[in-house]
């Protein structure tokens, strides 16, 4: 059997599923990213629980833009499984929180880093 993946879909692929770990410890459902569950959640969430969702989809879309455009949490929860998402208990939104700020950071700057490699590959 061939390696169809390589190495680049071995590391895609270990981060989404380092991705959805953290979803599940989060309170989340074991087979969703957190970007999707905050796609969804920022527009079926209970109304006095939306500006808690869209202040974490601004956090990850900005982390993201440099390579998925504006809108990586809507895109996400499209791309998902779209069957099942959960708000989770106020404990949960804590630790998600907790993991999506504490994780942005690094992640923004290695996206913006890709970014700026691909651009500079590019012309």
Do not use: K
């Amino acid at each position: 059997m061939t390696d169809t993946l390589g190495y680049r879909g071995w590391l895609y692929s270990v981060l989404i599923a380092i991705d959805q770990l953290g979803n599940a410890l989060a309170g989340g459902y074991a087979d969703s990213t957190i970007s999707a569950r905050v796609g969804y959640n920022v527009r079926h969430a209970a109304h006095e629980r939306q500006n808690y969702w869209r202040l974490l989809e601004g956090i990850i879309n900005y982390t993201f833009l440099p390579l998925d455009g504006p809108d990586h949490c809507y895109q996400a929860y499209l791309a998902g499984n779209q069957t099942y998402y959960r708000d989770g208990s106020d404990l949960m939104r804590v630790i998600l929180s907790s993991l999506i700020i504490f994780n942005a950071i690094p992640i923004a700057i290695v996206t913006r880093v890709v970014a700026w490699h691909r651009n500079r590959h590019q012309n």
